[in-house]
């Protein structure tokens, strides 16, 4: 593929599409309002997301119909992309997707577990079937996690579920581990529809995620869970940028969080956890910021490549993410300047 | 050689004698159904207030859809395990039909038969559960073939379990890579390309550790057998014992039904048709609307089956049905008609091919016969061979005898018989030129004229199929196309008086003045084409849209007609370079059978030049040919904006009956 070319195109596409993002004063201004409806009409009336909400009223409108309506421009904005690109490329970022519809698949497998009635959710669960062959309604008509199970059949997530269901071993909680083992099998496939300096991006980038998602795995199984060592090991991810097996193994096999601790500082990792009590509840917010940072860093540093798309896609996600961050601070009652420190995005 | 005369046919009977009526209706095979709804709401529709219509015409305005969509799929299961069971092959048999019957009724006499011999069939069920159980079990323990375990020794083992299962290769190397740590004992025992099979050994009091990790692994369990002893070997040796075991007596279970299937047979074998024209009925109703105690159905019925179908029905039910025939209403009134196409067995199979385009609207007409005779000719010529063309028509007349939808083969056997024709006029067998004298033309001899016959083939199908437009523009009383449209009178004089002029320019002589002045003429009329045509029709609006975009788009047009015009003609060259083709394809073989050496070289090489020249050449001909019909003609005079004929009748019956009902009593 004449990357140069097709690169062209898309990042034209995408510096387009970037104009339409939240500037920092739109932040500070959605940090004052005081209510939902008051933060739906500004952005309404001020931002993109006008074109999503025109036929809403924002005055009834609830936080859950919110979400539902951002997370549309995920996909229209993302399907406005795949068009520019052909063959490999295409699965490739058609898999961007992924990630979303099994965030949807899992939310769907709580809302069963929790006997909720199919029409409650299949209004709002708007990426399953978006990448794989799923078929929402089958999904929808599942009264249990085996009935869910077996209407994945045909789809890219079967293999995995399957043994579940040969097993009897159908629990919610190794269900949405096996979907996520699955997603970071296939994004591994992926990979190799690209190449050249498209690959070794990807490489880099996706191993650095891959360890984010390791260390705080294995902080969590160790603190919170306390899985067996072994348990913690096959569930990690089979790739990383800078843990490798061995590093992997060793945090693993920690015998206590302080050497756990200490296994981290050699790790370029080491921020993650600032050992106060506002560790657990910004790790998650940690992780983001740092993904963020390295978003921009490559964005700068490779210009003609896949890094671009995916960018857009996750400071698209981010944005949203902080939105409804707002959202809750709002609802909770926090200062703009506690709530800020929630968000992803510095201002 | 034309569209079928079709009647408006409406029936409408007591809600009671529904299935009975829609019975009749579908067996007779040729009522092409339209919902009644529409029908009813149509502006053509009229019903006479008589006496005997009086009470259907009360319930009218309260008419429904019918909504209430029976569910064949528990009787069709029961009805189709039964004949499995008796060996029963599918087939509809009219005879089955003929008798009144209450469907309900009969129905429950199935389920009774079915009642009765259930505990035998749930027995062979189970056991061909086993069978099912014991073969996976073989294939499991087939992993362990190799090794000395003793399986009952295994089962029984009081402070270590064993178990065999499957995970994916990628997790394998996870559980490989951490060995060290695991509690228990794995071995590699299979691989099956993703998968690999492991057997795992662990003390029981770590039984729950490993279960976790396992878990976190995601792997499959392969079941054991329990309560067998010995080597795998053994196991499996004495489990395909069993299998027989229980086959024999799956064998002799299916045996003991035999005087059931005496008994039954020929009810299951009866049920099995009426289902079949249940189902019919039921998909026909979908289409009827409901009153109280009327029903309403319609549909159109070709104008020689009416009076049959009128007769047979009245004679059945007499006061109880009202029957209505009415003529089609004229064109864009009421619901449009569907077309059925009535050839000469000669022209039959070509109707597949004008299909293929589109089915021709009811009141156009029926380009078949047209189509039949130019195709035959175009592929005539172009693949003009004695040999090959009789290879042809026998291959065709296989098709025809061995497939189930003949026209196919039909198409052949034309084609081949067209090709044999012009392979005496060419002089040509098996493409040797040296067996027979050409009784016209020898086309390599002659490439110049060939390809100037072909031009003119060309000039004269596209003359003809103008003049098809204008006699279809005529029976539409379209003014605009038909005098003054590019395929009208306006179109034609151009084509000729140029076609005219190209021979003359040909011929060494030049344009006259009056022909210019002509083709200017007839421009200016196609360009004016609306405005004339409205103002001939006395209408006031002399433009449908604004004139100057009017006029931007017949600027257009003109350019178009100039080039399409040329292009449209010379397009016909294939046909004589097909020809050409022909030849210079076989003399490619020939020579090159003659650089084989032998005589047997020679001859194998001349006969697989043949079979690539009926293979390949015969297709892109056949393809070629359809090009010249559906662009250059069909888009001269030919919509095609129809509805196929498709009457409701029963599948699987081979020939709608004639007289079905004279069985039948009231």
């Excluded at chain 2, 072909?454 to 379209?478: E, P, Y």
């Amino acid at each position: 593929m004449g990357n140069s070319l097709v690169y062209a195109a898309v990042n034209t596409k995408i510096r387009a599409m970037e104009g339409d993002f939240l500037t920092a004063a739109d932040y500070k201004n959605m940090l004052q309002k005081h209510s939902v409806p008051e933060l739906a009409r500004y952005l309404k009336d001020n931002t993109h997301y006008a074109e999503f909400l025109k036929d809403v009223d924002v005055e009834k409108i609830s936080r859950r119909e919110l979400e539902e309506i951002f997370r549309r421009r995920i996909i229209s904005d993302l399907d406005r992309l795949i068009y520019y690109f052909k063959r490999g490329y295409k699965d490739f970022v058609r898999s961007l997707y992924l990630k979303y519809e099994i965030a949807d698949i899992k939310h769907l497998a709580r809302l069963i577990f929790n006997g909720s009635k199919p029409q409650d959710f299949s209004q709002s669960l708007t990426f399953i079937g978006k990448y794989s062959r799923l078929q929402p309604e089958k999904l929808f008509a599942a009264a249990s996690i085996r009935d869910l199970i077996t209407s994945m059949e045909g789809s890219e997530f079967y293999p995995f579920v399957k043994p579940l269901l040969d097993g009897r071993r159908e629990n919610l909680f190794r269900f949405e581990m096996v979907l996520d083992m699955g997603y970071f099998s296939m994004i591994n496939q992926m990979r190799e529809k690209v190449s050249g300096t498209d690959y070794k991006i990807l490489q880099f980038w996706e191993g650095t995620v891959a360890d984010l998602y390791n260390i705080q795995w294995i902080y969590r199984g160790k603190k919170f869970y306390r899985l067996l060592p072994e348990e913690l090991l096959n569930y990690t991810l089979e790739f990383g940028e800078e843990l490798s097996f061995t590093k992997r193994k060793a945090l693993c096999y920690a015998a206590n969080l302080e050497e756990f601790y200490e296994l981290v500082q050699s790790t370029g990792y080491q921020f993650l956890f600032k050992k106060n009590q506002t560790q657990d509840i910004y790790m998650e917010r940690r992780i983001n910021r740092y993904i963020y940072h390295l978003l921009k860093a490559l964005n700068r540093k490779y210009p003609m490549t896949i890094i671009q798309t995916i960018c857009y896609v996750w400071f698209l996600e981010y944005e949203i993410k902080d939105i409804f961050a707002i959202c809750e601070s709002i609802r909770y009652r926090i200062t703009p300047e506690e709530a800020r420190r929630f968000l992803v995005r510095a201002f | 050689m034309a569209v079928e005369t079709m009647k408006m046919m409406g029936f409408i009977g007591k809600n009671e004698l529904m299935n009975k009526i829609l019975r009749q209706l579908v067996l007779d095979g040729s009522l092409h159904a339209v919902n009644a709804l529409v029908r009813i709401n149509s502006s053509d529709f009229k019903i006479l207030p008589t006496e005997k219509n009086i009470e259907a015409l009360e319930e009218l305005p309260f008419l429904k859809s019918y909504s209430a969509h029976r569910d064949f799929s528990e009787d069709e299961k029961i009805i189709t395990g039964l004949m499995q069971l008796f060996g029963i092959e599918p087939q509809v048999k009219l005879e089955h039909l003929l008798q009144d019957y209450d469907y309900d009724k009969f129905i429950k006499e199935i389920l009774n038969i079915d009642e009765e011999i259930r505990h035998t069939t749930e027995e062979i069920q189970e056991r061909e559960r086993t069978i099912e159980e014991k073969r996976e079990y073989i294939s499991n323990l087939s992993y362990l073939k190799e090794h000395q375990f003793d399986m009952g020794r295994l089962a029984g083992m009081k402070y270590l379990t064993f178990r065999l299962l499957k995970i994916t290769k990628e997790n394998y190397e996870k559980l490989k890579k951490n060995y060290e740590n695991i509690p228990a004992v794995v071995m590699k025992v299979g691989d099956e390309g993703k998968d690999v099979v492991v057997a795992t050994m662990t003390p029981v009091t770590l039984e729950e550790t490993v279960n976790k990790i396992l878990d976190s692994l995601n792997y499959t369990p392969l079941a054991l057998p329990d309560g067998y002893g010995g080597l795998a070997f053994e196991v499996i040796q004495e489990l395909e014992q069993k299998i027989q075991e229980d086959e024999r007596s799956v064998e002799e279970l299916k045996a003991s039904l035999s005087h059931y299937r005496e008994k039954y047979a020929s009810v299951v074998e009866k049920a099995f048709s009426r289902l079949q024209l249940e189902k019919q009925v039921e998909d026909l109703k979908s289409d009827a609307a409901l009153g109280k105690h009327w029903f309403f159905l319609f549909g159109f019925v070709p104008e020689n089956r009416v009076g049959e179908l009128k007769a047979q029905l009245e004679s059945s039910f007499g006061d109880d049905l009202i029957i209505l025939v009415d003529d089609i209403a004229k064109s864009g009134r009421g619901i449009t008609p569907p077309t059925q196409l009535r050839n000469v067995k000669l022209f039959k199979p070509f109707e597949l091919l004008v299909k293929m385009y589109s089915t021709p609207a009811y009141d156009e007409k029926d380009p078949t016969v047209f189509f039949a005779i130019t195709y035959m000719l175009l592929f005539g010529a172009m693949f003009g061979d004695v040999g090959q063309g009789l290879v042809m028509l026998l291959a065709g007349l296989i098709m025809e005898k061995v497939m189930s939808d003949g026209n196919f083969g039909g198409i052949l056997v034309r084609l081949g018989f067209s090709s044999t024709i012009f392979g005496f006029l060419y002089g040509s067998v098996f493409g040797s030129e040296d067996l027979i004298p050409a009784l016209v033309i020898r086309p390599m001899a002659n490439i110049n004229t060939m390809l100037v016959a072909a031009v003119f083939l060309g000039v004269l199908l596209l003359v003809a199929s103008t003049i098809w437009s204008i006699l279809n523009s005529s029976i539409q009383r379209n003014i605009e196309e038909g005098f003054f449209g590019r395929n009208g009178w306006a179109g034609l004089g151009f084509y000729l008086v140029l076609i005219y002029s190209v021979i003359k320019v040909a011929l060494g002589g030049s344009v006259s003045p009056v022909s210019i002045a002509l083709m200017i003429g007839f421009i200016v009329l196609m360009v004016l084409k609306q405005p004339l045509a409205h103002k001939l029709e006395g209408m006031e609006r002399l433009y449908d849209e604004s004139a100057g975009s009017y006029f931007m788009e017949e600027g257009f047009g003109v350019v178009e007609t100039l080039l399409s015009t040329l292009s449209n003609t010379i397009s016909f060259i294939r046909v004589g370079a097909f020809a050409l083709n022909h030849v210079g394809l076989y003399i490619a073989f020939e020579t090159v059978g003659k650089m084989m050496g032998s005589q047997v070289g020679n001859i194998a090489m001349l006969i697989l030049g043949n079979v690539i020249i009926i293979g390949l050449e015969g297709l892109v001909v056949f393809i070629q040919a359809l090009r010249l019909e559906y662009y250059e003609l069909f888009s001269k005079f030919y919509k095609g904006d129809g509805i196929e004929y498709k009457p409701v009748k029963l599948k699987g019956l081979a020939h709608a009956p004639r007289n079905p009902f004279r069985t039948i009593a009231h």
